[in-house]
Every structure is written in structure tokens, then in C-alpha cells.
């Protein structure tokens, strides 16, 4: 799939999801194709930690329910904690909320409709890190490797009509 970004717009695409499917053709050199936006919805507020300071360090991104398994690009709190993220309208979306040092935590499902939302609060509990070293079967340290690390969150999602449920083990 293909995307496009403006602030202040989403892309639209069927069911309101992120990106647009685009079949490729091997033998076609060029493909045109037009993707629509729309104007996007503001969603706002505040990451803290459990004692209420701020926690400049954060990053918060959306997850929309229809857009299984992406979270959108993350984008970081000011200084005091505040932040602000577009997402379409019409959607059912959680936000994430991570800092080094914290436990990433989900909010509860969100109904997004066409106006903007304020007041969004996310706080964020003490967490642990991993740390160790890269080494060769013989045990002798690796220079220079890149270690990546992949969180994985659990999700049962059931649907029963058109509301969803969700809940999270983190």
C-alpha cells in the first residue's frame, strides 16, 4: 500500500484505513494514481508519569482499529507533557503512549467523529529496561551490531455488531 501525508489531512481510503492498495503490474513502467484527503481530527493532551510531573521524553501514536496491525508515526510531547496527532474521522482508534524508562500504555477505545478532541490524559507507570551485551558463540563481545527491540502487545478484539471491544495485556 501507498500513503500520503499533510498536516492537518489524512489520507482517504476505503473504511477510512491509511493507506491505498496498489496492484503492481510487472510489465507496466508507470502507474497514476490519486489519493484523496480529507481534513484530519485533532486529538490532544497530556502525557505524565504516576507522580504528575511531565515526561518530556514521550511520543504518542494512533492505532486505528480498522488499520490492524499499524500504529501511526509517533510524535513527541513538548516539554510540558502536551501533545497533539491528527487521525481521520468516523474511526475507532487507542492511543499510544511511550518514554525510556515507562511502560508503554494503551487508552481505552476512542470514538473519533469530525470535531477535534481535547483533554486526553495518558499516565504512564515506571518500567524496567533490558540491557546486555552482543556476543559471538565464544562469548567475546561484538563490535558495532545493531540491537533492535520488538514489543509485542496483545490484543483480543471481538466484534459484536458494529461496536468493538478491546483489551490489552502489556
Same mark, same amino acid.
Given at each position: 500500500? &501507498?500513503?500520503?501525508?499533510?498536516?492537518?489531512?489524512? #489520507?482517504?481510503?476505503?473504511?477510512?484505513?491509511?493507506? @491505498?492498495? #496498489?496492484?503492481?503490474?510487472?510489465?507496466?513502467?508507470?502507474?497514476?494514481?490519486?489519493?484523496? !484527503?480529507? /481534513?484530519?481530527?485533532?486529538? *490532544?493532551?497530556?502525557?505524565?508519569?504516576?507522580?504528575?510531573?511531565?515526561?518530556?521524553?514521550?511520543?504518542?501514536?494512533?492505532?486505528? !482499529?480498522?488499520?490492524? /496491525?499499524?500504529?501511526?508515526?509517533?510524535?513527541?510531547?513538548?516539554? *510540558?507533557?502536551?501533545?497533539?496527532?491528527?487521525?481521520?474521522?468516523?474511526?475507532?482508534?487507542?492511543?499510544?503512549? *511511550?518514554?525510556?524508562?515507562?511502560?508503554?500504555? %494503551?487508552?481505552?477505545? &476512542?470514538?473519533?467523529?469530525?470535531? %477535534?478532541? =481535547?483533554?486526553? =490524559? &495518558?499516565? #504512564?507507570? /515506571?518500567?524496567? =529496561?533490558?540491557?546486555?551485551?552482543? @556476543?559471538?558463540?565464544?562469548?567475546?563481545?561484538?563490535?558495532?551490531?545493531?540491537?533492535?527491540?520488538?514489543?509485542?502487545?496483545? !490484543?483480543?478484539?471481538?466484534?459484536?455488531?458494529?461496536?468493538?471491544?478491546?483489551?490489552?495485556?502489556?
Amino acid at each position: 500500500g &501507498i500513503t500520503a501525508t499533510k498536516k492537518g489531512f489524512k #489520507l482517504y481510503a476505503e473504511d477510512f484505513r491509511t493507506h @491505498v492498495q #496498489l496492484p503492481l503490474d510487472p510489465d507496466q513502467l508507470l502507474i497514476t494514481k490519486n489519493i484523496e !484527503m480529507i /481534513p484530519a481530527v485533532t486529538i *490532544s493532551g497530556t502525557v505524565q508519569a504516576t507522580s504528575g510531573s511531565s515526561i518530556p521524553t514521550a511520543s504518542v501514536s494512533v492505532f486505528n !482499529m480498522k488499520d490492524w /496491525p499499524r500504529f501511526s508515526d509517533s510524535v513527541p510531547v513538548t516539554s *510540558s507533557g502536551h501533545f497533539e496527532i491528527d487521525t481521520v474521522p468516523f474511526c475507532s482508534i487507542l492511543l499510544k503512549a *511511550s518514554a525510556p524508562g515507562f511502560a508503554a500504555k %494503551l487508552t481505552d477505545v &476512542i470514538q473519533v467523529a469530525d470535531t %477535534l478532541i =481535547e483533554g486526553v =490524559e &495518558i499516565t #504512564l507507570d /515506571p518500567g524496567g =529496561e533490558a540491557r546486555g551485551i552482543v @556476543v559471538d558463540p565464544s562469548g567475546t563481545p561484538v563490535a558495532g551490531a545493531d540491537v533492535k527491540a520488538v514489543v509485542f502487545i496483545i !490484543m483480543a478484539i471481538v466484534l459484536i455488531g458494529a461496536a468493538a471491544f478491546i483489551t490489552a495485556n502489556l
